[in-house]
């Protein structure tokens, strides 16, 4: 049997930070950074003698997010004692759910090969984040920083539906463009808000599955695929060499493009899981629920209908446009404000898309908005600057966002679309291009695109291209 012959299973769990103000059982800010052990009071500390108090925000946004993903919410919900020692758990538990989480049975759709596939949601529930270790490879010590500690994080539990690395992303692309667009979470993949724990396993069809592998803690979507095409491979290599493949927690290193192993992987009676004495019971409502449910706004997949329709975007353009919550509010801001959402849905895709992934930057960190967008479209339309100049004031917008207008005046961009002053550049380089004159004669139409190119190059690209062009053809045929 070949190696293509294994079959592979994959299931997720995908840690999302909250974009609660404060923790999940204090009152502690939840922003991102700042120095060690700032962020912290007595409760997330686990001093003796305090007590939790559950962030009424931290159901909300988990309801919403079940609801977002087709899931069945629970009207009755408890916390969970997970027990495990750890330097950056403080506790030495982690206040998790266990037998009752807030949403069961939930799914989201992918396309694939042409066609949709549902990839089911067994559970999200709710619990909280750990500290840091901040290890000195010199010194051979660590550090605990528990600023994250109490930070609240939903778990999004997957079925073992996925079969290869290509699924695994468009899974986890679109399970974030959800969250971002019911505003939960930031998702943040740099920061550490939206990560994932990947279960492997491989067997032959016909057989029983394979005994997994999770490698923790994955936060990049390249880091990602490359991690289980090599599982992969490595638990093949093991079965066709007769060996066993060991159930244990894997590291990931993106240098040597190997897994590590860290631990034995633990099961869910290794944690001793008990209902967290100090927290009462989860009751929602059924009002409670319908009213959260009628807050949920256009998500990813009904704003692109609205796009093919209303805008007649391409298939192709609409899905990149709407996979980011932030690309989207920015098409739809530049759009109020120039009216022209093919040209804004042509920068989006082409020079925007370009620089973040030059810039190595995701969506939400694009420092300029929708009304300045909409300005640069509007300069060009009217003819006040042309579209290689539009490049170069995009350039600026993403390392100085201001007025466009104000971009043109000081850096001397206007177009130039004087009648007399065009005509005078295109005499000149006539003059400098007797072959060209010569080619153009010949039918070589090409001939004008490069008259035009030399005229662009000559006026730094402030000339007008239009009028350029039809001076260039009156010159020519005469």
């Known amino acids: 049997m070949s190696r293509n012959d294994y079959e592979v299973i994959i299931g997720l769990e995908v840690h999302v930070e909250l974009s609660t103000k404060t923790k999940i059982f204090c009152s502690c800010p939840t922003e991102f950074g700042g120095e060690p052990n700032t962020h912290t009071c007595p409760i997330c500390m686990a001093m003796p003698g305090t007590l939790p108090v559950l962030n009424e925000k931290v159901v909300e946004y988990a309801v919403k997010a079940g609801l977002a993903t087709n899931c069945e919410v629970s009207r009755d919900s408890k916390n ?69 500690a109490g930070v609240p994080l939903i778990e999004i539990v997957s079925e073992p539906d996925l079969r290869n690395a290509e699924e695994v992303e468009k899974y986890m692309r679109k399970l974030k ?104 019971a989860i009751k929602l409502s059924e009002e409670y629920i319908q009213n959260i449910k009628n807050t949920l706004p256009e998500l990813p997949e009904s704003r692109k209908e609205r796009y093919l329709k209303q805008y007649e975007l391409s298939e192709k353009d609409a899905n990149i446009i709407t996979s980011s919550k932030y690309l989207s509010d920015l098409f739809e801001s ?27 930057m995701e969506a939400i960190d694009i420092p300029f908005n929708g009304e300045e967008l909409g300005k640069l479209v509007i300069l060009i339309d009217k003819g006040i600057i042309s579209s290689s100049i539009g490049k170069k004031v995009l350039t600026e917008l993403f390392e100085e966002p201001k ?73 020519l045929k005469k």
Not at 341 to 353: E, L, T
């Open 80 to 148: 969970d004692r997970k027990n495990y020692f750890y330097p950056d758990t403080p506790r030495a538990y982690q206040i998790s759910q266990y037998d009752k989480p807030l949403c069961e049975n939930g799914y989201i759709e992918i396309e694939t090969n042409g066609d949709k596939k549902k990839i089911g949601i067994t559970r999200i529930h709710i619990e909280d984040d750990a500290g840091k270790l901040n290890h000195d490879d010199f010194g051979g010590e660590s550090l605990v920083d528990l600023n994250r």
């Open 177 to 280: 463009s959800i969250l971002e667009y019911i505003e939960v979470s930031d998702c943040k993949m740099q920061e550490g808000s939206f990560r994932g724990d990947i279960n492997v396993s491989v067997h032959k069809p016909g057989e029983p599955y394979g005994t997994r592998t999770e490698m923790k803690n994955m936060n990049s979507f390249r880091s990602i695929a490359r991690a289980i095409e090599y599982e992969v491979e490595r638990q093949i290599d093991i079965l066709e060499e007769g060996r066993k493949v060991e159930q244990e927690s894997l590291r990931w290193d993106d240098v040597s493009g190997k897994t590590f192993s860290m631990r034995d992987k633990e099961d869910a009676e290794d944690y001793r899981y008990f209902p967290e004495p100090d927290l009462v």
């Open 334 to 360: 530049a759009i109020k404000e120039c009216d022209n959402p093919k040209a804004v849905n042509n920068w989006i895709i082409s020079d925007i898309s370009r620089i973040l992934n030059e810039k190595e």
């Open 403 to 475: 007025n466009p207008e104000d971009i043109i005046k000081e850096k001397g961009w206007i177009q130039i679309s004087d009648e007399g002053a065009i005509k005078e550049i295109v005499m000149k380089i006539l003059d400098s291009n007797p072959q060209s004159i010569a080619d153009f004669k010949a039918g070589k139409d090409r001939a004008l695109g490069f008259l035009v190119g030399q005229a662009m190059k000559e006026t730094k690209g402030k000339a007008n291209p239009k009028m350029l062009n039809e001076m260039f053809l009156e010159e």
